[in-house]
């Protein structure tokens, strides 16, 4: 394989290899990089990709995703501090009736179906993309206020039809 970051997931788990590697978040795919939460594109995101078998002796590809991550406060549009430190375990299946009935049992088990080429970097993008929170926020955003905060301070726009009304 030509490219480092194309495996055989199943030779790899079988074998259970082992893969360490990073990337920045710009060099990452568009849905990843151009995401709008990422406050520093310039972010080194780390990965450890572990091969194995369960004690089902199944397949499976445990993927550890870390980086020091500032994300964009959705309040107060400033940085703020993120810690990213993901572990997911991946169980690989040969057909998707295993797979369904696995899944059906478990309702935590992550699985895919064997492929014979996987890209490491989609696995990582993917487990970042879980990661990210819904809406990053502060818990308190500070000195820069929250929309209430802001708006206490100035006058209704609607009191002087309160007082046309009265007149």
């Known amino acids: 394989m030509s490219y480092p970051n194309l495996i055989d997931p199943e030779v790899f788990a079988a074998e259970g290899q082992n893969l360490q590697g990073s990337f920045l978040l710009e060099e990452l ?18 990965f450890t990709l572990q091969g194995g078998r369960d004690r089902l002796q199944r397949l ?4 550890n995703v870390k980086a020091d991550m500032p994300l964009i406060c959705q309040r107060c549009i400033t940085p703020m501090p ?11 299946f040969a057909d998707e009736e295993s797979l369904d009935a696995a899944m059906l049992a478990d309702e935590e088990l992550e699985g895919m179906l064997l ?19 819904f809406s990053p926020r502060h818990e308190d955003c500070g000195n820069n206020g929250t929309l209430e905060e802001v708006n206490r301070d100035k006058p209704n726009p609607f009191a002087v039809l309160a007082g046309l009304k009265s007149s």
Do not use: C
């Open 82 to 92: 993120f810690l990213l430190d993901e572990t997911s375990r991946i169980v690989l």
């Open 115 to 133: 492929e014979k080429e996987l890209d490491v970097r989609t696995l990582v993008e993917d487990q970042i993309l879980m990661s990210l929170p």
């Open 60 to 63: 499976f590809l445990d993927l």
């Open 29 to 46: 795919d568009e849905r990843v990089s151009s995401h709008n939460y990422p406050a520093d594109k310039q972010t080194r995101v780390s």
